[in-house]
Each structure stands twice: as structure tokens, then as C-alpha cells.
């Protein structure tokens, strides 16, 4: 699969408020030496961990009720496999197991911007002040990962 990004987005409640704009991403392989990109993923790895609590405290604090437990179970599942599954591809052995472990990534932090999406578009109540910060971080994360992915495509 072979997509742009900025194609398949158009999170308006995520993006538009804030001023949040379009994150200028280049290759980096080349520019920056071992020291500076494992600083990076260190940044990322403590990101994604914080960002998961974060969720998780979200959906413990919302009313108990049938729809909102099916999302909370799914925003739990992919919320938390983002910060695991990225902690994992910084210990690929390979390029080719790099991109396989950025390929979920992507999928599980993309997954997490729908469920968001899908709450803040329901008549659930949730507070919409945590939605909006909790969504615009997956929103980033998901352009971040797939810029990533991208970079590293065997």
C-alpha cells in the first residue's frame, strides 16, 4: 500500500483548532548521526507511553454505557498497542523489520484517530477538552509514524 498522508486526512476537529499546521518532515537518515536519532525515538518512545496513560485515564473517567464501553475497549486496544508496538520497532534487527513494525504502528495510531473521531461525533458525553488534546496527539503521531514508515520502506 502506497498512500500520501496528507490524502487520507482530513481531521478537521483535530487539526483545524490551535493553529495546527502541516509538520515539515524530511529523511533523516542522513542528516543526523546515531546519537541524535536514538535521542529521537527515546522522545517518541516516552510520547507514545504518555499519551496511552493519558488515554487511559480518558476512558476511565466516561460513563458506563453499551456504546461507549465498545469504544472504550477499542481506544484501550489500539491506544496502548501505539506506545507497545513503537517501543518494539525501535529494536528491529533489519530495515525490512523496521517497516513491518512501523506498518502496525501506523495502523494501531490510525485505528485510535478513528474511535476519537467516531466519539467526538456521537451524542456520548466525554469531555471534549481531553478528546481534543488525546486526538490532536494521535493525529501527529499517525503523520509522524507514517512519514517514518515511509522513509524506511525497504
Known amino acids: 500500500m502506497n498512500w500520501e498522508l496528507d490524502e487520507l486526512y482530513t481531521l478537521d476537529f483535530f487539526a483545524e483548532e490551535d493553529g495546527l499546521k502541516e509538520m515539515e518532515m524530511q529523511d533523516t ?5 546515531e546519537e541524535e536519532r536514538s535521542r529521537f525515538a527515546k522522545q517518541m518512545r516516552d510520547r507514545t507511553k504518555k499519551v496511552a496513560v493519558e488515554l487511559i485515564n480518558f476512558v476511565e473517567r466516561t460513563p458506563s454505557s453499551p456504546a ?3 469504544i472504550r475497549f ?5 491506544g496502548t498497542s501505539t506506545a507497545a508496538n513503537y517501543r518494539a520497532a525501535c529494536r528491529a534487527r533489519s530495515r525490512a523489520e523496521f517497516f513491518a513494525k512501523m506498518s502496525i504502528v501506523v495502523e494501531e495510531t490510525d485505528e485510535t484517530v478513528f474511535w476519537l473521531e467516531s466519539l467526538n461525533e456521537s451524542e456520548l458525553k466525554a469531555d471534549r477538552v481531553d478528546l481534543k488534546r488525546i486526538g490532536t496527539e494521535y493525529y501527529e503521531l499517525v503523520k509522524i509514524f507514517a512519514r517514518a514508515r515511509k522513509t524506511a520502506k525497504p
Do not use: A, P
Open 29 to 33: 537518515s542522513s542528516k543526523y548521526g
Open 74 to 78: 477499542q481506544l484501550l486496544k489500539s
Open 68 to 70: 461507549f464501553n465498545v
